[in-house]
Structure formats: structure tokens, C-alpha cells
């Protein structure tokens, strides 16, 4: 131990890692992943505090991946509205995916989000023309 700082060892790394991703899938809270570029990680962290105010957040993420987990406490109404904010096109958050939502979450947004471009769309079919890299997983 040096400072603040502890080195995990001798598999104590994994069980943390798993601890704090699990941390998002207590109770029945909506779920959401979502990703950025790891530069925009000080916007993120500010949409996230804003998000507080409005539902209960829990984040969890990997910075120098740019990629984590959100979960998102409150109402169905509450939890729309941080959903849809973070896909605004201002957003710093460059795709979410609902992945539990209540039922009644789910008919008010879209899990996906927004249809992939048409040349994401071809680049998919060129590279999958069999469709069965992660097939039923996504908007393709």
C-alpha cells in the first residue's frame, strides 16, 4: 500500500472488478450501457451529476475504455427523461442501450436508440452476411 492507493493481488483484482459491476444490478433499477470517447470523461461525470438530480444514478465504468454501466432509480417518467438526455445530440454519451428497464420504460423509449447509419448498416452486412455475429443483439 502506498498512500490512498492498494495493490490487489492474487485474484483480489477480479473479485473487485466483479463487486463493482455488480453494484448496478442491485434491486430493479433501470440499466443502461453506454460509451464515450475516454477524453469526454469529464463531461460525462457532469451529465451524470446532473442525472442526479433528477433519479438515483449508480456509475460504474472503465475510463481508459470509455464505456460503463448507469443505474438509473426512480420513476418510469424519470428514467425516460435521463435516457432520453443522455442520447441528445449534445450529449457527451455517444450510445446507450436500455439493457433492464421496466415494462412500462421500454414503451415510453426505445432500447436501442437510434438506427445505425446506412453505411454502418452495410459495413455490418458486408463483414456478416449470414447474420449471426450477435445475432438478435442489437438494431441489425
Known amino acids: 500500500m502506498h498512500g490512498d492507493t492498494t495493490a490487489l493481488r492474487e485474484g483480489?483484482?477480479?473479485?473487485?472488478?466483479g463487486e463493482q459491476v455488480g453494484?448496478?444490478?442491485e434491486g430493479d433499477a433501470?440499466?443502461?450501457?453506454c460509451s464515450w470517447l475516454p477524453s469526454r470523461l469529464g463531461d460525462v461525470l457532469a451529465l451524470v451529476r446532473?442525472?442526479?438530480?433528477?433519479?438515483?444514478?449508480?456509475f460504474t465504468?472503465?475510463?481508459?475504455?470509455?464505456?460503463?454501466?448507469?443505474r438509473l432509480a426512480g420513476g418510469d417518467d424519470a428514467v425516460a427523461a435521463?435516457?432520453?438526455r443522455l442520447r441528445l445530440d449534445a450529449s457527451p454519451v455517444g450510445h446507450v442501450v436500455v439493457l433492464r428497464g421496466s415494462r412500462a420504460l421500454r414503451a415510453q423509449v426505445d432500447v436501442w436508440g437510434a438506427a445505425p447509419s446506412?453505411?454502418?448498416?452495410?459495413?455490418k452486412r458486408a463483414l456478416d452476411p449470414a447474420g449471426i455475429l450477435n445475432a438478435g443483439r442489437g438494431p441489425l
Do not use: F, H, N, Y
Open 61 to 70: 465504468g472503465r475510463i481508459g475504455v470509455g464505456s460503463g454501466l448507469l
Open 23 to 25: 453494484w448496478v444490478w
Open 118 to 123: 446506412a453505411p454502418a448498416a452495410a459495413l
Open 50 to 58: 446532473t442525472l442526479r438530480t433528477e433519479c438515483g444514478v449508480t
Open 12 to 17: 483480489l483484482e477480479t473479485r473487485a472488478w
Open 82 to 84: 435521463a435516457v432520453v
Open 30 to 33: 433501470a440499466v443502461v450501457r
